[in-house]
């Protein structure tokens, strides 16, 4: 059994709450080379909470420094790497360590995963390069697979662009899913410190709405850590089919009663679920139903950058007049364009019919 540590925190008390973490899973990093690896995947500012706040990954850094020199940051935003360092900069990391900042984009390597899905997956090198990786990711739900924390992260392993044609080569979202189960057994964090101090509900990862929630969230399990925060937003974690996948493949206990969770766990008050998982009969499965539903568009919001077409759509789904238009035939909902619209522009909404005709 493991342990899943959750501490009440706010930006003044982190670095104490920290240390705090460190001391409780008794971590030794002396010798050792680290990856911190946040979630700063969408060229979106601190005040959309889609990203790792950057102070979290701050006092992260500084907590490693008092037992190694070998640190460093470093995140694949999910569009070409020519824009990657926009996108990091975006988060607000580089004025905070930009001395520890790695941009991990270059120099990637295709390596053997043992996936069925893909079986050489292009991997940033520092990733299987360090010896100690911590995962830092936010507290955020997402309109494909319900949570977005440290399994879902880790697909930031994945140099830029890559990740959006892997939406389309693995074929569907469950398959999708095992690539990142895959990932995770690749690779799989040390340790895991989430950002819980605002999270975000709603339509996540990029566009929901900020939840202050006051917790740091850590344990060396990456996929308990998961189920621990399900719980904490009161959804069942067996309801939910990536972390179902994870229990049956071994990866850890399902049931937060059988994790050792210590500290200021409490279960939040209508934390509210992406469009796409809100209004469904727990009793029915929607996982694979999602992909039915096509992006929308707001016009008012749109400032018709062409992001979300030249960049951002692995299915060339997305033509242009004024404003972006959707093939729905080619679409597969991977929802990569809403992910990196930077406006919020391009959103998902719960269509009832097509549930119902489900
Ligand atoms: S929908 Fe978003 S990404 Fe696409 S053109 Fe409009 S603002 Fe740009
Ligand atoms: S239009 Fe959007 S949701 Fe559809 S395939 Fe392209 S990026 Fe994915």
Redesign the pocket.
């Known amino acids: 059994m493991s342990r899943v540590i959750v501490r009440n925190s706010d930006f003044e008390s982190l670095r104490g709450a920290i240390d705090r973490i460190f001391q409780d899973l008794e971590v030794d990093l002396k010798g050792k080379s680290v990856l911190i690896k946040p979630n700063f995947g969408a060229a979106v500012g601190p005040e959309k909470s889609a990203l790792t706040d950057a102070r979290v990954v701050k006092a992260v850094l500084d907590a490693c420094l008092e037992q190694t020199g070998e640190v460093i940051i470093g995140d694949n935003p999910g569009n070409l790497d020519t824009r990657a360092m926009h996108t990091i900069g975006m988060s607000g990391i580089l004025e905070l360590a930009s001395d520890f900042y790695c941009n991990i984009s270059q120099g990637g390597q295709f390596v053997d995963i043992g996936s069925e899905i893909i079986p050489r997956v292009f991997l940033s090198s520092q990733v299987t390069d360090v010896d100690y990786v911590i995962n830092v990711p936010k507290m955020k739900t997402h309109v494909l697979c319900g949570l977005s924390c440290c399994i879902k992260n880790l697909y930031g392993y994945v140099v830029g662009a890559q990740k959006?044609r892997y939406?389309l080569e693995s074929g569907s979202l469950k398959r999708l899913t095992q690539l990142w189960l895959d990932l995770y057994k690749y690779r799989a964090p040390n340790l895991n410190i989430v950002d819980a101090i605002v999270a975000m509900e709603g339509g996540g990862p990029t566009h929901g709405k900020p939840r202050p929630v006051g917790k740091i969230v850590a344990g060396t399990n990456g996929f308990e850590v998961d189920v621990v925060l399900t719980t904490m937003m009161g959804w069942d974690p067996r309801t939910m089919k990536m972390l179902e996948m994870a229990c049956e493949q071994g990866l850890g206990e399902i049931d937060v009663e059988r994790i050792e969770v210590e500290g200021d766990f409490e279960i939040l008050p209508e934390f509210e679920k992406p469009p796409t998982f809100a209004a469904i009969d727990p009793k029915f499965n929607p996982y694979e139903e999602i992909v039915r539903i096509?992006?929308s568009l707001d016009e008012e919001k749109c400032v018709l950058c062409r992001l979300?077409g030249d960049e951002?759509?692995?299915?060339e789904?997305?033509s242009f007049e004024e404003y972006p238009i959707?093939d729905p035939e080619?679409?597969?909902?991977?929802?990569?364009?809403?992910e990196f619209c930077p406006e919020g522009a391009l959103f998902v909404e719960y269509d009832k019919e097509i549930f119902e005709i489900a």
């Not at 080619?330 to 809403?338: E, G, L, P, T």
């Open positions: 959006a939406h096509r992006p979300c951002s759509c692995p299915a789904a997305i959707i080619k679409c597969i909902s991977c929802y990569c364009c809403v």
